[in-house]
């Protein structure tokens, strides 16, 4: 503390040479008689009595400008230890932040929000590795240097040479990796919060995977590759509410194997299950991807096809039927082919009873079987029709014509 400031170096002065006019007489009788004692002595005090004081002021000094570095270094590193929580507080909150995500889009928008604030100012990259291919996750920045950049792109050889990588791996598999642009410069501790946080995304995204794989096959038939029933009645009631909101079409195809009994008796049940697993494949082949294909139950499959009319929907499942037809299936030193009946239904104006569509499509699959099999019949809510076009009464009640 200060005793005193700029305005009161004047009358501090003025003081001080009061004083040495007050005093100048007993200070001349003190140097005299100091005079006197150095020359009945042989002494040298003044001198002496200089130099010390020289010498204490100059202590007085380095103490001075040793305090004032010591308290710069203090605030300097209080400064740097409050930086470095507030960084570990960022990337806390994006592990907690990426440990609620368990998909890529809630992985990316957690990456994009909390990002830039581990490395302000830059543009950051965050790009992941599928098969052989590197797919933009997110592009993030903060500031300036965010201005006239691009959007999110792989990292070829030109970023590779400018950008600092930081590599996300999980069991030394590199998942993807986290580009820095390199102006202004990273520290070394934002690069290791960046290294840490590209380690949290590695984790989170190899989770998100093996929790979409586990989905996956708790939802899909180990034979034919496509979905069960239980996971198909939620997606078509999920559908046939979509369809009431925005009116789309909806329609469903319903077909079973012709005969597929007698395969199983003369070639036996891994013959059968050989037969399955190539109209699996065949239905992935021909049908969109976005067509939920489900084996509904032994040999029979349920297709749902969405924003797609009847008319649509019974091109669909002649495609379909003519291509099971034609597919030959090796099996040891024979072969075996199989035909399919396919029952056609659509979804009448906001209708949302799944299991009531299900049933009209499986009433059109037995008139099929009736009709001779291999082939399609459509039904609507009253009738159903042959791919001929002629109207046929839905029977009543269910034969037993596999």
């Known amino acids: 503390m200060r005793l005193l400031d700029k305005h009161d170096l004047m009358p501090a002065a003025g003081l001080a040479a009061a004083l040495v006019v007050a005093f100048s007489a007993p200070v001349g009788r003190l140097l005299e008689s100091v005079r006197a004692v150095e020359q009945s002595q042989g002494l040298q005090l003044l001198p002496a009595l200089a130099i010390l004081a020289f010498v204490f002021m100059l202590h007085q000094l380095w103490k001075r400008q040793e305090l004032r570095a010591r308290t710069l270094a203090s605030d300097a590193s209080a400064r740097e230890a409050t930086e470095r929580a507030a960084d570990m507080a960022r990337l806390v909150a994006l592990g907690q932040e990426l440990a609620r995500s368990l998909d890529p889009e809630s992985i990316r928008a957690a990456a994009a929000a909390h990002l830039p ?105 180990a034979h034919t590759g496509c979905f069960n029933r239980a996971h198909a009645l939620e997606v078509l009631d999920s559908e046939l509410r979509r369809a009431r909101r925005s009116g789309a079409p909806v329609s469903l195809l319903m077909f079973d194997l012709d005969r597929f009994k007698g395969i199983n008796d003369n070639h036996g049940h891994l013959c059968g299950d050989a037969v399955l697993a190539a109209v699996g494949a065949r239905m992935a082949a021909v049908l969109r991807g976005g067509d939920l294909k489900c084996r509904y139950g032994g040999e029979e499959f349920l297709v749902l096809l969405a924003d797609t009319p009847l008319a649509g929907a019974r091109r669909v499942a002649d495609v379909l039927r003519r291509d099971i037809e034609a597919q030959i299936i090796p099996w040891r030193e024979t072969s075996v082919s199989v035909t399919a009946s396919v029952g056609v239904a659509a979804a009448g104006p906001g209708e949302t009873d799944g299991l009531a569509l299900i049933a009209r499509a499986d009433d059109a699959l037995y008139l099929a079987k009736q009709q001779g099999r291999n082939r399609v019949c459509v039904a609507d809510a009253f009738a159903a029709a042959d791919v001929s076009g002629q109207e046929t009464p839905v029977p009543a009640r269910r034969l037993s014509v596999r």
Do not use: C, Y
Request: hydrophobic share 50%.
């Open 117 to 221: 604030l581990l490395a302000p100012g830059r543009v950051i990259r965050v790009v992941m590795r599928s098969d052989s291919a590197w797919l933009p996750l997110v592009l993030a920045s903060q500031g300036p240097a965010a201005e006239g950049r691009g959007t999110a792109r792989a990292p070829g050889p030109e970023a590779a040479s400018r950008d600092v990588r930081f590599p996300m791996i999980v069991t030394e598999e590199e998942l993807g990796v986290v580009t820095v642009s390199p102006a202004p410069p990273l520290s070394v501790h934002q690069r290791s919060m960046m290294t840490a946080a590209a380690a949290l995304l590695a984790v989170s995204l190899k989770n998100a995977a093996l929790l979409r794989e586990v989905r996956e096959t708790s939802v899909r038939d």
